[in-house]
């Protein structure tokens, strides 16, 4: 069943959306996208960003993800550049005046500093929830890509009353809304967001890089290929019915699409509206 979607247009629009990176990474096309070598197109590199999100509403300042601490814990071999508490400092962001932080899915790199906003409510995917604490429950976390102290702020958040799980196309805030899809994890969110321009589709991990988008290719880490490939239609299909513009989670191309931020946060955003 076709899922219904929330049309952006109920939404009013955030003054300013931006795209903030903390980290780098090269990869080679072989490596990131599943069964490459079927699509007869030759190998080579792709430079990948590690992103966070941050957008100015009506109601406050929410993040999407919150990067992680590249210097503590390299995983992949990703390059620190700026680290995200740097980050918030370059644009001026207090870390406990954020209003929400919404997870996009569970992985190191996308909750690693949740513990900076000890005010800010949590939103994250229910499926998400499920499976991952399902995973700590049972002493399964061993080589995953998250870690019993990521979970262990969420499972904070929970107790103090800032979790909310959302399990259902939602409006989350009054310029954003998510759309939860599996496939790289079981419960990712995709976010929406009203912008003045029309709307904006803050993919993570459900695209990590534009071919994704423009050809339906799964990236190679996944818990379910099918619903990965649901979750790149879906996303699609907000791009046709709504005219939005898709921005991927990891694609250094994205900053070469969009202004540099002014001042001192340019060093490490761009503004996407």
Not at 228 to 251: Q, Y
Request: net charge negative; with cysteine.
């Amino acid at each position: 069943m076709e899922v219904e979607l929330i049309d952006p247009a109920v939404l009013a629009p955030a003054r300013e959306v931006l795209s903030v990176k903390y980290a780098e990474r090269r990869v080679r096309r072989s490596d990131v996208f599943h069964d490459y070598a079927s699509y007869g197109v030759p190998d080579g590199w792709l430079e990948m960003d590690y992103n966070f999100w941050v957008i100015h509403g009506d109601d406050g300042i929410t993040l999407v993800d919150t990067g992680y601490d590249v210097v503590a814990r390299d995983w992949l071999g990703e390059v620190p550049v700026t680290s995200p508490p740097e980050c918030l400092e370059l644009l001026q962001i207090d870390p406990a005046s954020v209003a929400r932080v919404v997870t996009s899915h569970f992985h190191y790199d996308h909750i690693g500093h949740l513990g900076l906003f000890p005010t800010a409510e949590v939103v994250s995917g229910g499926r998400e929830y499920d499976y991952w604490f399902g995973k700590r429950a049972s002493g399964a976390l061993n080589g995953e890509f998250t870690t019993e102290a990521d979970l262990a702020v969420v499972q904070r958040a929970e107790d103090e009353g800032r979790l909310r799980l959302v399990r259902e196309p939602a409006a989350v805030a009054p310029s954003i809304a998510v759309h939860p899809v599996g496939g790289h994890c079981p419960g990712e969110l995709v976010v929406t967001v009203q912008t003045a321009n029309g709307p904006l589709v803050l993919a993570s991990d459900a695209a990590h890089f534009y071919e994704q988008i423009e050809h339906g290719w799964p990236f190679f880490a996944f818990t379910d290929i099918d619903e990965m490939r649901d979750g790149l239609a879906l996303i699609n299909r907000m791009g046709k019915e709504f005219g939005a513009t898709i921005v991927p989670g990891h694609d250094a191309r994205t900053r070469e699409r969009f202004p540099t931020a002014p001042g001192a946060a340019g060093k490490v955003a761009v503004v996407l509206a």
